[in-house]
């Protein structure tokens, strides 16, 4: 049996958002972590004494890993025309997901801090909002919601 084909099953928005623009914020975050780590942190964290030269190793592994994301979506994704593929590498993005969503809670200072949506800045909602939509596309590819499969779409 033929593997389902991830380029004719999954809709046009979630290939945009795994192919195109997820890759491009991952890249855009790991130059981010290497030029400015200072200017990083301090954006992330509103804490402009935190980065030291002792913690940059953290930083450059931070970069690693949005390198790493950016090449399996913008290469591997592109090579490997299977659904089944594409979920699994999904699933595994989703378990990066929810740490980069905790450390973000605790770069703010905890859940209160961060609820205050009102607080926020424009990184703020920036980074947000690059890190939840390409999240929901994954979870949406893992549970196949709008996904077709056998020609017809298996949820909506």
Known sequence: MAPTKASTSLPLLYRLTLLYIEPLFALNGALMTFRDPSGFATSITHNPTLYTPANQFLYTQLGGAWLLFAF?????????????????????????????????VQAVGGWERFVSWGLWNGFDWAVFASAVVPMVVRVCVVLGVGVKEGGKRRRE
């Open 72 to 104: 399996n979506e913008a290469v591997l994704l592109r090579l490997v025309d299977d659904l089944r593929v594409w979920r699994l590498l999904c699933w595994g993005m989703l378990v990066s997901d929810v740490v980069y969503h905790v450390s973000s």
